[in-house]
């Protein structure tokens, strides 16, 4: 859950509780047939739930079916970003 500010009375491990920005994408198809709008890098919600809270639900995916936690712990709202790391390519001169 997230809430900008504190009128919901959120407490529950993984809750996001700020007057921040959640930084998400706009709303979108993703792997999924549901429309969702994505939490984007460096964000507050991103790897914000514990790996030991992330299925307490049992809820092991999220909802276009990717399982989680994709890296140090769980995102915050129903899509889990899979962080790819980035190719690096070294040119080689054989000439």
Do not use: K, M
């Not at 709008?37 to 964000?43: E, K």
């Not at 899509?79 to 040119?91: G, K, Y």
Request: net charge negative; glycine share 14%.
């Amino acid at each position: 859950n997230y809430s900008d500010d504190a009128s919901c009375a959120l407490g529950s491990t993984g809750d996001v509780v700020n007057g921040s920005d959640p930084l998400l994408g706009p709303l979108a198809a993703g792997i999924g047939a549901t429309l969702a709008r994505t939490p984007q890098t460096a964000g507050p919600l991103l790897d914000h739930i514990p790996p030991s809270a992330c299925a307490f639900d049992g809820i092991a995916t999220d909802q276009w079916g990717t399982t989680r936690a994709q890296g140090p712990g769980c995102d915050v709202g129903t899509i889990e970003v899979v962080v790819v790391a980035p190719v690096t390519v070294q040119p080689t001169f054989t000439g």
